[in-house]
Each structure stands twice: as structure tokens, then as C-alpha cells.
């Protein structure tokens, strides 16, 4: 099991956002959080991500990129942990070869690879998002939680990037507010509304009710 949560209360002081809420993930599920603004999904996912840190990569919506540092340096930071100080400083300085060639291969499956040397700063929103992605996807963990990580890509992006993020880990949990694309990329969809979930399903099951129920919560 990656996550089994049962019964359980996660609030913002006095404010209760999810109560008596009971959620498990299995190993291997790829799972779509859908719902409106405000319904619980990112305080889901910061909550999964308390709870497995060591074994989770987490894209917040706000990216959490350094803006004056480059793409490679934004990408390499997932991995300041495993080198030395020395190592780091060096690939600070002067990236090596082996890191440069194995970032670009990860920028290159987000269509990002000319902007290797680019300041995040001169990047627009949606680079900046797939900046992210390189770096959740480099970061090599079992578990993804990512927050609307295609929420300023176009269409063709938005299918593309899902279908990497639902490959490259073992288990995925993307929060998302387009239906159709949840449907078409994940095993499962949960939809909340006011942190209640309405429908959670896999989506080999899900029939007209529940899919009308999809688009009311994401409304
Ligand atoms: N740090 C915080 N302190 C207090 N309340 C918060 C905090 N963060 C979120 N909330 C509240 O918790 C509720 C759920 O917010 P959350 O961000 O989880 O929703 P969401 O579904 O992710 O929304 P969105 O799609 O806009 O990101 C909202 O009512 C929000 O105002």
C-alpha cells in the first residue's frame, strides 16, 4: 500500500478542510485528484507528501523554482542530497558532462532541451512547469505528487506530459481540473467537493452518472 488514510481530520488551525476522510492508494495506482478550486486537493497532497517523504517527489503548484539559477541547475538541485559539497559545488560551477547529458535527455522528453542554459526567469509559465516536471522526473522517486502540474500547457503538451508522469513513476497522484484528460491518462479518479470525496472510481468503470459527477465537482 502507498497511502492508507482512515478517518482522519487535516486542518489549517480551527479550519477543517478534510474530516473523517478515508483514502488508500495501492502500489502502481495512477490517480487523478479532480475538483474545484478549494475543494481539498492540494491539502491532500501536501498531507500524502508529509507522509512519504523519502519515497515521494512533490510538484507544488507554485513550481518552487529558483528563478535566477538555470534550467540545469533548477533540475540538479533534486539531487544536492546524494553528491558531496564538493561534487555540487563543481556542477555549480561547471556542470559536468555526465549530468549534462543526463538532464538534457530528461529535458528533451518534456520538449525543453534548448533552454538547458536558460534562467528560469526568462522562461515562460508553462516552461517554467515543465522545469518542474524534468526535475520531479530526474529526482527518480517511487511516488509522484504533483498539483495541477499541466495547468499552463496546451492541449498536445498537457496529453504528452501526463502520459510521462504516469510512465516514469511507480505510483502517480496528479490533482487536475480537466476531466477528459484524467480520464483518458489515469487508472482512477477522485473527485472532491469541499473535501468530501463524491466519486472515486477506476475509470475502466465509471458510467454516465459518475462522469456527469466529474464535471459537476470540476465546475
Ligand atoms: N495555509 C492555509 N491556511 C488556512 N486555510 C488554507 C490554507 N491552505 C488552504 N486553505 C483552505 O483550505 C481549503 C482547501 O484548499 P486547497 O488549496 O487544498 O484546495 P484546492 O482544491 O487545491 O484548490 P485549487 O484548485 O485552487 O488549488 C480552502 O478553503 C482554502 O482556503
Avoid: W
Amino acid at each position: 500500500m502507498a497511502f492508507n488514510l482512515q478517518e482522519q481530520s487535516i486542518s489549517y488551525g480551527d479550519f477543517t478542510v478534510l474530516s473523517d476522510f478515508s483514502l488508500s492508494i495501492k502500489k502502481g495506482e495512477k490517480v487523478a485528484l479532480l475538483g474545484k478550486s478549494g475543494s481539498g486537493k492540494s491539502t491532500l497532497l501536501k498531507h500524502l507528501f508529509d507522509l512519504e517523504k523519502e519515497n515521494s517527489t512533490y510538484i507544488p503548484q507554485e513550481l518552487g523554482l529558483v528563478n535566477n539559477l538555470s534550467v540545469f541547475h533548477n533540475v540538479y538541485i533534486s539531487k544536492l542530497d546524494e553528491n558531496s559539497l564538493f561534487v555540487n559545488l563543481r556542477n555549480l560551477i561547471l556542470p559536468s558532462k555526465q549530468y549534462k547529458d543526463e538532464i538534457l535527455k530528461v529535458l528533451k522528453e518534456v520538449e525543453l532541451e534548448d533552454k538547458l542554459h536558460s534562467k528560469i526567469a526568462n522562461l515562460s509559465g508553462g516552461q517554467k512547469q515543465r522545469c518542474a516536471i524534468s526535475r520531479a522526473v530526474f529526482d527518480k522517486k517511487q511516488i509522484l505528487l504533483a498539483d495541477e502540474p499541466i495547468s499552463a500547457l496546451d492541449e498536445y503538451l498537457s496529453d504528452e506530459i501526463l502520459k510521462l508522469l504516469t510512465t516514469k513513476f511507480e505510483t502517480s497522484i496528479c490533482a487536475l481540473h480537466n476531466v477528459d484528460l484524467a480520464i483518458k491518462n489515469f487508472d482512477r479518479v477522485i473527485g472532491l467537493k469541499n473535501g468530501k470525496v463524491l466519486v472515486d472510481k477506476a475509470c475502466s468503470d465509471l458510467n454516465e452518472d459518475d462522469r456527469q459527477k466529474l464535471y459537476y465537482v470540476c465546475d
